[in-house]
């Protein structure tokens, strides 16, 4: 059974920095390409970051230079560092791990007041 468990959101002033965690299990980590989305209400989920299992990288350009995702595949885990966090990346944000299927995690939400 896949779990993905994300943690490290919560509220945080503008300017302001936030690691999510995301720890895996139930899948073979090292082969997934792990990412986060997020999503606002109404609207549709996002990509933010993924990072595959060679360590290859993408961004959505909303956060190029100011997020940075990253893997330890020792601890089955995928993060998210937001650095400059703005009152628009507020949403909920989700960890994906995807291996012939997508897996998601239960979300977690990042609130950043202006």
């Known amino acids: 059974q896949v779990q993905l468990v994300e943690s490290g959101g919560g509220l945080v002033q503008a300017g302001g920095s936030l690691r999510l965690s995301c720890a895996a299990s139930?899948?073979?980590?090292?082969?997934?390409?792990m990412g986060w989305y997020r999503q606002v209400p109404g609207e549709q989920r996002e990509l933010v970051a993924t990072i595959a299992s060679s360590g290859r990288t993408n961004y959505a350009d909303s956060v190029k230079g100011r997020f940075t995702i990253s893997r330890d595949n020792a601890k089955n885990t995928v993060y998210l560092q937001m650095n400059s966090l703005k009152p628009e990346d507020t949403a909920v944000y989700y960890c994906?791990?995807?291996?012939?299927?997508?897996?998601w995690g239960q979300g977690i939400q990042v609130t950043v007041s202006s």
């Open positions: 994906n791990a995807f291996f012939r299927r997508n897996s």
């Open positions: 139930g899948i073979l980590f090292g082969i997934n390409t």
